[in-house]
Structures are given as structure tokens and as C-alpha cells.
């Protein structure tokens, strides 16, 4: 059975920085391609990046291209989404995924998906 969990969530103040994880289970990350998405109230799910399978090319949507970084640790069979200079916009729950064959920045290409976890940034 799948799993992917999403930790590190929280409130912040505008400026700060996060680091969201995404702990899978039942499958093996190198070999699936991994997204973070998020969501606010009341608006679309939206791409946020996402990386490779192997983990040889990560993708960054222009709204936080050089504040978020993604990356992931094979030992851990998990995968981060570094998050820095926080501004109250990027206010959302943030989701972890995982596609069998390519990535996307289409939210319905994704096989799995983890439970979420809320991010807030005051300001």
C-alpha cells in the first residue's frame, strides 16, 4: 500500500522559511516521478515543482522559481520542498505526489497523493 506523508507545516511570518517533507511508503521515490502542489481556499490546485524520476531534473513554477527548491534523499525514500522567503500569497495546503512515468504540472497525472499539510504565513 502507498503512502506519502507530509510534514513540516506551520505558521510563519512573512520572510521565513520552511521545509516541507514528503516521507513515501510502499514505493521507492527514485523511481516515480515526485510533485508539490498546493491549494488555497477557494482556488485551483496549483503546481508548485516537481522533480524527475532519478531526480536528474526539477521543475520550479515561476511564482516561487529562486525562493522554493525541491530535492530528494534516497536513504529516506523522501522528498523536500525547501521554502524560503514566505510571502502571505503562498498560504495554502501543500500536497505531496507521485506519477509512475512522468512528472507533470497537471495535478491529474499524479498516481498518489499524500494527505496535505497547511501552510500559513502571516504578515
Known amino acids: 500500500q502507498v503512502q506519502l506523508v507530509e510534514s513540516g507545516g506551520g505558521l510563519v511570518q512573512t520572510g521565513g522559511s520552511l521545509r516541507l517533507s514528503c516521507a513515501a511508503s510502499?514505493?521507492?521515490?527514485?523511481?516515480?516521478?515526485m510533485g508539490w502542489f498546493r491549494q488555497a481556499p477557494g482556488k485551483e490546485r496549483e503546481f508548485v515543482a516537481r522533480?524527475?524520476?532519478?531526480?536528474?531534473?526539477?521543475y520550479i513554477a515561476n511564482s516561487v522559481n529562486g525562493r522554493f527548491t525541491i530535492s530528494g534523499d534516497n536513504s529516506k525514500n523522501t522528498v523536500f520542498l525547501q521554502m524560503n522567503s514566505l510571502k502571505p500569497e503562498d498560504t495554502a495546503v501543500y500536497y505531496c505526489?507521485?506519477?509512475?512515468?512522468?512528472?507533470?504540472?497537471?495535478?491529474?497525472?499524479?498516481?498518489?497523493w499524500g494527505q496535505g499539510t497547511q501552510v500559513t504565513v502571516s504578515s
Open positions: 505526489a507521485a506519477a509512475k512515468f512522468y512528472g507533470s504540472d497537471t495535478w491529474s497525472r499524479y498516481d498518489y
Open positions: 510502499g514505493l521507492i521515490v527514485s523511481n516515480y516521478a
Open positions: 522533480i524527475s524520476r532519478g531526480g536528474d531534473s526539477v
